[in-house]
């Protein structure tokens, strides 16, 4: 069984910045994908970023880009989303996201096949 506890959500003001962790329990967590996803209210979950087993790919949507970073420690058994110069449209409820095949860092939310609860961020103009 894998468990996937998400924090460090809360609210912001336009431009600033706010930290996400992810902490997953279960089996080993350094051959897993993480990623992150979100969604706002009446919208689709939309990816946000991912980041391989090893940490040495990592994959970001064009909205994000040069904003937000993605790691893991595989020692602590969690994934961060360091999120800067945040903007009100990145306002959602943000999930992170276990994906088995280890082999792809994917973008398609039916790749992954555990999720956390998810948690608040909103940005305030």
């Known amino acids: 069984q894998v468990q996937l506890v998400e924090s460090g959500g809360g609210l912001v003001q336009a431009g600033g910045s706010l930290r996400l962790s992810c902490a997953a329990s279960?089996?080993?967590?350094?051959?897993?994908?993480m990623g992150w996803f979100r969604q706002a209210p009446g919208k689709e979950r939309e990816f946000v970023a991912a980041?391989?087993?090893?940490?040495?790919?990592?994959s970001y949507a064009d909205s994000v880009k040069g904003r937000f970073t993605i790691s893991r420690d595989n020692a602590k058994n969690t994934v961060y989303l360091q999120m800067n110069s945040l903007k009100p449209e990145d306002t959602a409820v943000y999930y992170c996201?276990?994906?088995?095949?280890?082999?792809?860092?994917?973008?398609?939310?039916?790749?992954?096949?555990?999720w956390g609860q998810g948690t608040q961020v909103t940005v305030s103009s």
């Open positions: 980041i391989s087993w090893s940490g040495g790919t990592t």
């Open positions: 996201a276990l994906d088995w095949n280890f082999r792809r860092v994917g973008s398609k939310p039916s790749e992954y096949d555990y």
């Open positions: 279960g089996r080993t967590f350094s051959m897993w994908t």
